[in-house]
Every structure is written in structure tokens, then in C-alpha cells.
């Protein structure tokens, strides 16, 4: 796999250094250049052989990031506390998905008003799909086990794991990625019609 992280800070530094002061995930000019990197990444990996690839090829992978990770936002991910709404968020992420043929690691922090209407989830999920989304997850915030990357944790192991430790290895992976890369600031958002751009 060839991996990346970091589009967030790598759009936001280019634009910046342009006199731009859109922000990746929040701006459609950034998130137009976004997918232009990611469609130009793509191709430049499609193009290059590698002895032990898929049919001599690498995949282009979105890494989900990891708990040494500090100060870059891992993937194509928008960062962590500055998530717009749901739908805003698969509407600015979805032309990602495309290019990257070993998948996108995306986590959503979802509302707990989303147990009361379900439907909006469903709902989230198809047009996420629809767009070309091929997976993603939705964390509830009020649950304790939630998705860091390729693993889950338990927040409740989580805030004793300095007094107590754990036996469990994805506790102190998930202490230290609260600690450095900021997961725990996750913005919960509320799944809903109003939220959309579309009914602005």
C-alpha cells in the first residue's frame, strides 16, 4: 500500500501560502483541491510498478493514523473539533473516495439524539454511499466503546488508565492517542434534514 495523512494540514498550508483563507472540510475551494491531490496521488501511484503490489501495482490507502501521529489529521479526514454537520462532512470528503482503492478510514462522531431517529442514520449512510462513499464509521457520543482507527477502545479505560493501567493493548494505543493526536476532540454533530446545504 502507498499511504497518506495529512490532506487537511497539506490543503489548508497551500492555500494559505496563496492568501486563501478557506479551510479544508469547511470551504469548496479547498475541498476541490483536495480531490485534486487525491486524484493526482492516485495516478502517480497507478503509474509507478512494484515487485509485490496488487496485479504489480500499489493501492492507495488513506491511513486511519496512529497514536504517534501528533498535529496532522490522519487520512482525508476533516480535524478533529472543526467537523461541520454530517452531511456537509460526507458532501466535502466523498470525492476522495475514488482514488483510494485500499479504502478510506472515516469516523463520524454522531449526536446521541441520532438513537431517537435511526432513520437519519440510514439515511446518512445512503446518501454517503450514494456519493461514493464505500465505508465509514459512526461513533455515538454518549457510547463508551468507539472506533480510534483499526481498533476499538473503551472511554471509561481510557479516563483510569494513568491511575490503574490496562491488560488491554488497544487502552493504552487509545490513551496515547488521546493524549497526542487529539481524538478526544472529536465533534459530536447532529444527523438532520435542516443541517444540510441544501436546505440553507
Known sequence: MFGIYGMAEAVNMLLEKDGNTGQYGRDSHANTLGHTISAKLAKLVDSMPV??????????????????????T?????????EPD????????AGHHSHYTSGISDILTIDETVKANPEA???L???????????????????????????MIKLSDIAKYDDEGSRTNTTWL???????????????????????????
Open 74 to 82: 490522519p487520512g482525508v479526514r476533516i480535524p478533529y473539533g472543526t
Open 121 to 123: 442514520m440510514y439515511n
Open 174 to 200: 487509545g490513551a496515547e492517542a488521546a493524549c497526542n493526536t487529539g481524538i478526544l476532540d472529536r465533534a459530536p454533530r447532529v444527523v438532520s434534514f435542516e443541517s444540510s446545504p441544501v436546505y440553507k
Open 86 to 93: 454530517p452531511i456537509t462532512y460526507v458532501l466535502a470528503t
Open 125 to 151: 449512510c445512503k446518501g454517503a454511499l450514494s456519493l461514493g462513499y464505500r465505508e465509514f464509521t459512526a461513533n455515538v457520543a454518549s457510547n463508551d466503546l468507539v472506533r480510534v482507527t483499526g481498533y
Open 51 to 72: 515487485k509485490y503490489g496488487l496485479e504489480g501495482k500499489a493501492v492507495l490507502h488513506a491511513q486511519g493514523g496512529i497514536s504517534i501521529d501528533k498535529d496532522v
